[in-house]
């Protein structure tokens, strides 16, 4: 059993959720739009539980809302059936420019790294590239998001270990054939007989984060392609992955039409306030 509560003065929503992170969440994030209203109530609390309990710092670059509401939205996904759920193993994220390198520069040459969970003087904190941020969300059929992989890193550490095993999620009696079945999935992407990003072949542990960016993103060509594996992830997380619509709202708004965030009020008096307030 795991304790999901132990973090000391861990803080709690007070106030309404803002309705301009509504609507962040409407625009970006199809996983939200995909949940009924209770569900969809239930995610903005964790959101906004997780900003209120986790700094996030732009490093040499302007982060916003939108930055800070993706993220968050990466954290909560992998977790969103475990109602009790609290990263307590992580302080700061650090939101970089783009791309950087193993000794944290964002300039020259050998800059590859696009997300890093840190260790040693760095734990407790998380490296995430913002460009590859908001990549994540504006791609839906890439099979790839950069901060859900970084999450599961950090789900898979909660044990102790970032070993592809997240022993916080998986009954004990799953491990061996979990350990079976990723061995199998990670000869096939070496053999080149799978349509699983090539970097999941590197170690068990970038396997397991990997092939959870592809059941997320792609849930029902996972199930067609990968049976067993989409399985095995949807005992892991406690979701029905393939039976969410996953999409994005891309309506005109105009300035008399009502909030897409369902506030009741009309846009140019909600979120589009600020815009409309210029003109």
């Known amino acids: 059993y795991w304790d999901f509560t132990n973090k000391e003065k861990w803080l709690s929503p007070s106030s309404k959720f803002p309705p301009q992170w509504k609507n962040i969440l409407i625009r970006n994030v199809c996983f939200y739009n ?15 539980e997780f900003l209120l309990n986790c700094r996030i710092t732009g490093i040499s670059t302007q982060i ?6 993706l993220l968050a939205s990466s954290a909560i996904i ?9 990263y307590i193993n992580i302080a700061e994220v650090l939101i970089y420019p783009d791309t950087f390198d193993q000794n944290f520069q964002t300039e020259g040459q050998g800059r590859r790294i696009l997300g890093m969970v840190g260790t040693g003087y760095m734990n407790n904190k998380m490296i995430i590239s913002k460009n590859a941020l908001r990549e994540g969300f504006s791609n839906e059929t890439d099979k790839r998001n950069t901060a859900i992989h970084e999450f599961v890193h950090l789900i898979d550490k909660m044990d102790g270990y970032i070993d592809g095993i997240p022993e916080v999620l998986m ?3 799953y491990s061996i054939p979990w350990l ?43 199930k067609n392609k990968h049976p067993k594996l989409y399985n095995s992830l949807e005992m892991i997380f406690r979701q029905n992955m393939d039976e969410k619509n996953l999409f994005k709202k891309r309506s005109r708004i105009g300035r008399n039409d009502p909030c897409p965030c369902e ?7 909600c979120c589009g306030k600020v815009h409309y307030s210029k003109l």
């Open 34 to 48: 995909s949940l009924s209203d209770e569900e969809k109530n239930h995610f903005e609390f964790k959101v906004h």
């Open 64 to 69: 916003d809302d939108t930055d800070r509401i």
């Open 78 to 86: 992998p977790i969103f059936n475990f109602k009790d759920w609290k």
């Open 171 to 173: 009954q004990r009696q």
């Open 180 to 222: 079976d079945l990723m061995k199998k999935k990670i000869d096939e992407i070496n053999e080149s007989k799978s349509d699983i990003n090539s970097y999941g072949s590197t170690n068990k542990a970038e396997f397991f984060a990997v092939a959870s960016e592809y059941f997320f993103e792609r849930p029902k060509l996972l």
């Open 263 to 269: 506030s009741g009020q009309k846009f140019k008096k």
